[in-house]
C-alpha cells in the first residue's frame, strides 16, 4: 500500500516531525535544490519555445494515475486517481515521418486506497496527489490521411521533478470520524551525487522521477488528440533502491487535447 499515515502521526493526524525533521537539517540543500529546480524548468522552456519556428501546440488533459503495488510492476485498478496535465510541447520535423516532440508539463501523479467501507466499524481512505514538472522528449512517426492530418505514434524518455502535492486521509474508527490533509514532503535529493540521497526519511517522496512515456493519436489542422501512457522507473520512496523491484512506481495513463500555436 501507498502512503497510509505516513505523512502524519497515527494518532492524530499531524504532521510527524520527527519523521520529516531530517528534511531541514540544512538551509544550504533547500537553496541549492531551489536553483536545480529553476535550472531545469527554464532549460526545458528555452528547449520548447525555441522549436516554435517549427510547430508547437498548448496540451491539456485528463490523467488516471497510479502507483504498482508489487514486485511485477502491476497495479490496482480500484486505486486509480484521476488528476490532469497542462503544458506545451514542441514539434521539429526530422526526416519523412519522424519528429521530435520535447515538451515541458505540469502534471499530476499519485494514487489513493480505501481500506473496508465507509459505513464499517475500521475504514481508512488516502489520497496522495503529486504534481511535478516533467519534461518528456518523444520520437513520433506521423502517417498521413490528406495534406493536413495524420495518425501519430512515438514513444521516448521523460524527466521530472516533484513541486507540491497533498495527502488527503480520511478515518473512521468506531464511529470517530477524522478527516486531514497534509502537504506532500519531497527529498532534498541533488541528482549530482550519485551514491546518495539527501533529505531522506519515512513518508517523504524522492524529489526526482523518470521513465518512458508512449503515445498515440491523431492531429488536424489545429487540433491533436492523443493518449498516452507514462511507466514510471524510479521508485517513489526516499532512500530506496529503484533496481531491486517494481513496486511503488508511478503508472499515468492520460488523454489530451492540444491546440497547434
Known sequence: MFLISCLQCDRCGKPNKEKIGRRFAKSSTNCTNMKIKISLIAAAFLLTTNVHAQSARIQAGVNLANVSVNNDGRIDDANMLTSFQAGIVGDVHIASILYLQPGILFTGKGSKIEIGRPNE???????????????????????????????????????????????????????????????????????????????????????FDYGVNGLVGVEGAKLTLSAGYGLGLAKLQSGSNSNVDNNNKHRVLSFTLGFKL
Open 121 to 207: 466499524n475500521l475504514y481508512i481512505k488516502q489520497t496522495t496527489n503529486p504534481f511535478y514538472i516533467e519534461v518528456p522528449l518523444n520520437f513520433v512517426a506521423k502517417l498521413p490521411f490528406n495534406s493536413e492530418s495524420h495518425f501519430f505514434f512515438g514513444a521516448g524518455p521523460y524527466g521530472a521533478i516533484g513541486v507540491a502535492g497533498k495527502a488527503k486521509t480520511e478515518k473512521n474508527v468506531l464511529g470517530f470520524v477524522t478527516n486531514y490533509e497534509n502537504k506532500i514532503v519531497f527529498s532534498n535529493d541533488d541528482p549530482s551525487t550519485f551514491e546518495e540521497e539527501e533529505g531522506t526519511g519515512a513518508g517523504v517522496l524522492k524529489r
